[in-house]
Structures are given as C-alpha cells and as structure tokens.
C-alpha cells in the first residue's frame, strides 16, 4: 500500500469510529444492566455473571464481527450497502424468478422496521446517559426527563442546519470516550482477572443447561449489546470495508468487550445489598466518585453523536426509498456543498421528533425502553440473513459444505435474538411492529400505486412516433424546446396531448423526457443518458441514474449532445402532468389502500423542487388517472 493510500484509510478509519459505531458504541449504558434488572430478572451470582458476559462475548463476534464486517461487507452494491442496496443487487441475478418479489418485500420490510429503530435509538440512549445524574446525585432525579427532552429537541432542530461543522468534532470525542470506557473496563478486570474465563462458551452453555428459559429470555437483553450491527453495514459506502473492519477490530470491538468484562469482573467482586444496588447503574459506578460527573457529560455526548447517526441515516434510506419508488417524491435538502450524502428531509426529521418525545414521555425511563428496543433491530437482522443466504447461494455460488453449516449457526443465533424478543410485545415491543407495520403498508401501498397508475397510463396510449409525424401538420410552430416529463418511456405523455389541445402550438424542438432510477448506486456521466431522434424536431431522451444520486435534471441537460443545439434553460418550457385519481369500475387495489395512496399522491412533493426544475420555466396540465 503506498503511503498516501496508508493515510486515506486511517483517515477513514478515525472518521468511521465518529460516524458509525455511536450506536453499537453507548450499547453498554443499558445492555449488561438490563439483563439483570429487566423485565426478566437474573440472580447475580457467578454462574449468571459469567453467563451473560460470555453471550455477550460471543454474540459480538458471531453477529458483528462476523456475519456483518466479515461477510456482509463484501457484499456492496458499487460500494453501497443497507437492506435495499442489497436487495437490488440479488435482484440482478435472480430478477424474473419466483423469489423476486418475496426478496423485495423482506427488503422493504427490513426498511420498515430501520424507521422503528431510529425512533426508539435516540430515546433510550440519550435517556440512559441523563439517566447518569442520578449516580452523582439522586436529588437531580426529576431532571432526567426535562434535560433529556431538551437535548432531543435540541438534536432534531439542529438537523436542519447539517453536521458538516460539528461532525468534524464527532470523531475525536468518540475516540476519548472508547479510550474512557476501554480503561475503566480494564481497571476493573486486573482487580479480577477471572472474569477473562468467560471468553469461553462453555459458560454461557452452562447458564442454558441450568437456567432454560430464563437463559432464553435473557438474550432479550444480550441482544442490546449487538444493536447497530446494521448501521455497519449501511455505511460502508461512506467509508468502504477496510477502514471500518480496521476501526472495529482495532479499536472499538475492543473497548466495547473490556467495558462488558469490566462491568460483569466488578459485580462478581461483590455481593449481597451491594451488588443489587451497584447493578442499577454499573457503568457509570466503573468510575471513581470524582469522575463520574465527566463520564455523564462524555456518555450523553457519545448518545447525542449516535442518535445524530441514526437520524442520518432515517433520512439516507428514505432517500434511496423515493428512489426506488417506494415512497413518494418528498422535500429533500442538501447541507453541504460537498458531501453529497448529507441531505436533510423535514417530514422524516419532524415525524423523528415527535415518535420520539412520545417514547420518553410514555415509557419514563431507559429500563421500560429496552423492553420495546430489540424488535426492529433482530427482525432487520434475522431478513438479512435470510438475503445472504440467496446471496451466498445464488450470487456467490459458495459451496454447500461450508455454506450450509455457516448460515445454519446464523439462523440459530439471529431468529432465537428475535424469538427472545417477541416476549417483550406486551411490555412494549408492540411499538416498532407497529411502526414497522405502518411503514410497510405505506411502501407497499406507494409502489403498488404507481404501478398501477402507470399501467393504465400506458393502456391505448398512442406511439410517440406517430405522434410526431401527424403533430407538425395539426399545430403551429413557436419557436424554443419544450420538454415533456413522462414516467413511462412508451406513449405520449398526458400533458403533451392537452398543450396540443388547449394551446394548440408546437415547438420547434419537441423532447419527451423519462427519468429512470436504477437499482445501482451511481451512474457514470457516460451512460447518463438515452436518445432517440423521432425526426421533426421530435426527441425521445432516457436519463438514468443511480439511487443514491440527486435527480438534477438543468445540470444532466448540459451533458447531452445528441438533441440538437444545447439546451439553454432561458428558451426551455418544462410541463408537466398533475394526475387526479378517479375510481375505476375494476380496482386493482383494495379500496383502503387506493385512498392512502391518493392520500401520498396529494402530499408528496412537486417535480420542480425534485428534479430541480427553474420555478419560472415550469408549466403543469392537469389530467386524470382511474386507478
């Protein structure tokens, strides 16, 4: 590796440990504590000590370390990654199949139940860092709520403004609170160097042999130690596999695993009253009396920095949702002049907001939260294994002998995380399905939607071809372009037919204009754009792009050649179609879902702010649509 490539990737590395891990990174505020002080209480004796930090040992390295950074990252969609990126990149090699659909739909679900986790994410973290004042003083108790709902506030109004200023700052905090938590661990483990036994499994086997079912639930709670696992994944296009595997084996597995040993090394020194009281909160009580003001303050930054990454990426999958056509065209602002990625959406960002003050209000306190948390986060993750199953068997072509046996061990451990948390519905698990749900129905109903409203678009349209050479006879010639919007590449667009109607003018140059979003990432500037010469001045003009790419349709125009003179936006007229849906005598759609759809029809988005069309050059026709 030369020298300057050697330095890129630190420089990667430190930045994914200020972007990525906050979210798996603030896990043992609650994670340790919440297997022993949750819903489904553990004896704190060694035989539960050393069993719970042993799971938690081995659920790191088998779901994190190596399903996700090992396995999962190399499977990037042109660099990209997250459900639907690799849901588009199965499909290109399984499309047309019978299991094309069903890999969509766990996709789409697996986006559903993200939207469940950024809502419950910043609630319990930052709660559970509030939560710190109490160790210092148990007087600031009443303060916890208040303080940590203004500090939520506070992160979501801030998302307007874009983290391209204090992001700078997230990556040196987050490296001294991994160094912070790291040492007190360790402090900890060399006054009980036993605890270092637990690496083996056989404890945790032994907590299942004695215990059963109550080893079985507790993975309820192990399972916090894990969350985020996803996040990894989603964000290796930001900073690719090898700076992130470089941070999270060489840094931030590390500290997080001497935290939990810490943690489980200082409750098996103690017993009796003590243990039960230290139990409550032990990783603020890791710290020595006169540190643990700073270490509230360093934890409820790290939650802040986390839910700051969670909410980013709420509004990166939702933009590759709108994308894909899953969700409807919604405002969509970009914050920085260079990072493309960094992209505000007020709906996601104020529905965030809402969801969660309601969470913080409603469950009170980190402990009732981490009943609803786990849901989401072992459902997305057990759909993911489903996806590297086909994956590994359909794409890779692995062989059987050791691909069987490996996704087998990934199956056991992921669907009994999610099996373990379908026991936390009653006490507040129903929230992320229910979202989830929600979410589902409202992607589902979008895409279902627009098919049908194209199809029957599309139904007797007349050929854009024939158009074109019975049009320069039955109108007169003005002259400038007129570019037609169109969301089918067949047929002739709905306003094109009303301007000849109303208006009764043709323009000298005539382009009937379909933008096409591919199930890739990125596309390059050369394969941008599609032209067909229709004669007559007419033009048939294809832009594709990629999901992750901003739809600028004035900045594409300047690099096509083929569509006569360039195109000036001063003589250009963009029209455009605004459908009103009419009941169809045969419905393809069930009547609630064609009235939620008509419903996001009415809400999304014009096609000006979208496309980035100049407001002044922009004409709509109305026409109607039976659906």
């Known amino acids: 590796m030369q020298p300057d490539q050697h330095g890129a990737t630190w420089k990667l590395a430190l930045g994914a440990i200020g972007i990525v891990f906050g979210d798996i990174g603030t896990s043992p505020l609650y994670a340790f504590r919440e297997t022993f002080v949750g819903a489904h209480q553990l004896a704190l004796d060694k035989l539960h000590v050393f069993g719970v930090v042993s799971l938690i040992f081995w659920s790191m390295t088998l779901v994190v370390a190596i399903q996700y950074v090992t396995i999962l990252m190399r499977a990037d969609n042109k660099g990209q990654g997250g459900s639907l990126a690799l849901v588009a990149l199965i499909s290109r090699s399984v499309s047309g199949s019978r299991y094309g659909a069903l890999l969509i739909l766990l996709g789409v679900f697996a986006t559903a139940l993200f939207y469940g986790d950024s809502m419950i994410t910043p609630a319990i973290s930052v709660l559970s860092a509030v939560e710190g004042l109490t160790v210092v003083n148990s007087d600031l108790t009443p303060l916890v709520i208040p303080i940590a709902l203004a500090l939520l506030v506070f992160l979501f109004v801030l998302q307007s403004r874009g983290t391209a200023k204090i992001g700078a700052l997230f990556a040196p905090v987050m490296i001294v609170y991994f160094s912070v938590i790291a040492t007190l661990g360790a402090i900890q483990i060399s006054q009980n160097p036993g605890i270092l036994l637990a690496l083996n499994p056989w404890y945790a086997v032994q907590f299942f042999i004695a215990d059963g079912w109550q080893a079985f639930l507790a993975l309820g709670s ?16 930001h900073f690719g596999r090898g700076p992130m595997r470089l941070s999270w084996f060489g840094f931030v597995m590390p500290a997080l695993l001497l935290n939990y040993f810490g943690q489980a090394a200082m409750i098996d020194r103690l017993s009796g009253p003590e243990a039960a009281e230290v139990i409550q909160n032990p990783f603020f009580l890791l710290a020595p009396e006169f540190l643990r003001l700073p270490l509230v303050l360093l934890a409820t930054v790290a ?24 969700v409807p065209r919604l405002s969509i602002k970009h914050t920085s002049a260079s990072e493309a990625g960094q992209i505000y959406i007020p709906v996601i960002n104020w529905m965030l907001m809402g969801a969660v003050i309601i969470l913080v209000l409603t469950f009170g306190n980190s402990s009732n939260l981490a009943s609803a948390y786990g849901i989401a986060v072992t459902g997305a993750m057990t759909i993911d294994t489903c996806l590297l199953a086909v994956l590994v068997i359909a794409v890779w072509k692995w062989r059987a002998w050791y691909a069987v046996p490996m996704l087998a061990i990934f199956f056991i451990v992921d669907f009994s995380y999610f099996a373990a ?31 049908v409203m194209r199809e029957n678009m599309d139904d007797g349209a007349l050929p854009l071809e024939i158009f074109a050479k019975s049009a320069m006879n039955s109108a007169a010639k003005v002259p400038g372009t007129a570019i037609f919007m169109a969301s089918s590449s067949a047929g002739v667009p709905p306003a094109l037919l009303h301007n000849m109607k109303h208006n009764k003018v043709i323009h000298e140059r005539v382009v009937v204009l379909t933008v096409n979003i591919e199930q890739v990432p990125f596309i390059e500037p050369s394969e941008r754009c599609e032209v067909d010469d229709l004669g007559n001045g007419f033009y048939r003009l294809i832009l594709h792009f990629g999901f992750m790419q901003k739809t600028d349709i004035p900045k594409a125009l300047k690099q096509v050649k083929q569509c006569g003179l360039p195109f000036d936006m001063m003589h250009t007229s963009f029209f455009l179609s605004r459908q009103t849906l009419l009941a169809s005598e045969k419905p393809k759609m069930a009547i609630w879902r064609e009235k939620i759809f008509a419903w996001m029809l009415r809400n999304s988005a014009g096609p000006m702010d979208f496309f980035r069309l100049p407001t002044n050059r922009v004409v709509e026709l109305g026409s109607q649509v039976e659906i």
């Open 303 to 326: 939650t802040f920095i986390a839910s700051q990454a969670v909410i980013s990426g709420a509004f990166s999958i939702t933009h590759q949702a709108i994308q894909l056509g899953f």
């Open 421 to 451: 948390n379908l026991t936390k519905v009653p006490d507040g698990g129903w929230f992320p399905l229910m979202v989830g749900a929600i979410a589902f129905t409202m992607l589902t109903t979008w895409s279902r939607g627009r098919k």
């Open 222 to 237: 192990v399972v916090l130690a894990v969350t985020g696992s996803a996040a990894l994944y989603a964000d290796i296009g």
